[in-house]
């Protein structure tokens, strides 16, 4: 895991450096920062069980988005879900590849009980929308960190844009 968290950490650095840019040349660029709703599905390799979920992808300046969303696990024996608070920069000039990190809130009820557990997120993905397009296509690899645990499922979503 800790070859993952290096691999995201330093594409995290080099999408800062280059979050410098201009507002001129992303214009130039193609990418038009947007707000964005998502819809997603994954599978979690470490629960073994189907992930649905979806969110607000919200442009804060420049190529960063503030990603505020929540995943569900229908197929589980109990009752789970993870709201999660992103953020994302997106890394190239087109705006297609992009990485990030945030908090997650995850959620479980057995027994009678919620039991509560913080971690945070890590991930990177592609965003595939068409020149004044409004609707998306996405995939991302997304990890959450907890004491013990580093769940890993591959997302697969759609997005519109507002």
Known sequence: MSGRIIAVLGLCTVAVL????PA?????????PRTRIELRTG???????????GGVRIPAGGRIEVIPAVDFFPGST??????NLDAAIRIDRRGLLYVGTGIALLNAQAA???????GWNLFAGIHL?????KFGL????RWTVTEGKNPFYFA???TLAL
């Open 156 to 158: 697969l979503g759609v």
């Open 24 to 32: 001129v040349v992303l214009a130039q660029s193609g990418y038009v």
């Open 18 to 21: 280059e979050s410098a840019a």
């Open 78 to 83: 109990v009752t789970q879900w993870q709201g």
């Open 112 to 118: 009678g009980s919620w039991v509560r557990d913080v």
């Open 43 to 53: 599978y979690d390799t470490e629960r073994s069980e189907w992930v649905v979920g």
């Open 138 to 141: 996405f995939a991302e690899p």
């Open 129 to 133: 929308e068409g020149e004044g397009s």
